[in-house]
């Protein structure tokens, strides 16, 4: 029983962490602070999870699911983390180049697709962000 409490409060902390990233990427967002949205994510990826974002957009999909693995525990974490890429990925024009932001939304889209396959239930809203991020990648 001590040990699902343990993990139970493992996915709630990464999920709240993930949950608050995102929220202050939003809020930088609204305030068109789009210069701090990179740095912030960065940031917060590295002393988190000591992921390093530029080696993850620029990884296989197969390594890039395998060190998320290592880290996220519940699917709403995925699917989480895909917001924060395609946040990522609206802004990169600003600052960086065309095909940074594909980079982000392709990962995004590898995650939610990963969740997709793996979820024993069906999500009209998971299906309708991995059509948006289709749609973006084809134009």
């Known amino acids: 029983m001590e040990r699902r409490d343990y993990l139970m409060d493992q996915i709630n902390e990464i999920g709240l962490f993930?949950?608050?990233?995102l929220?202050?990427?939003r809020d930088l967002d609204e305030q068109k602070e789009e210069d701090q949205l990179?740095?912030?994510?960065?940031d917060a990826?590295?002393?988190?999870?000591?992921?390093?974002?530029?080696e993850m957009l620029f990884m296989e999909n197969t390594a890039f699911?395998?060190?998320?693995?290592?880290?996220?525990?519940a699917e709403s974490h995925y699917e989480q983390l895909a917001e924060i890429f395609h946040v990522l990925g609206d802004h990169a024009?600003?600052?960086?180049t065309l095909l940074r932001k594909e980079l982000y939304y392709q990962k995004a889209l590898c995650?939610?697709?990963?969740v997709d396959i793996q979820s024993s239930?069906?999500?009209m809203l998971r299906r309708n962000k991995i059509v948006n991020l289709e749609a973006k990648l084809n134009n």
Do not use: M
């Not at 699911?65 to 525990?73: D, K, N």
């Not at 995650?111 to 990963?114: D, G, R, V």
């Open 18 to 21: 993930i949950a608050k990233l």
């Open 65 to 73: 699911i395998s060190l998320i693995e290592e880290s996220l525990l």
């Open 111 to 114: 995650l939610l697709k990963y």
């Open 93 to 96: 024009l600003e600052h960086q």
């Open 38 to 42: 990179l740095s912030e994510a960065k």
């Open 45 to 54: 990826l590295t002393v988190q999870f000591g992921w390093e974002l530029e």
């Open 23 to 25: 929220g202050k990427l």
């Open 121 to 123: 239930t069906y999500s």
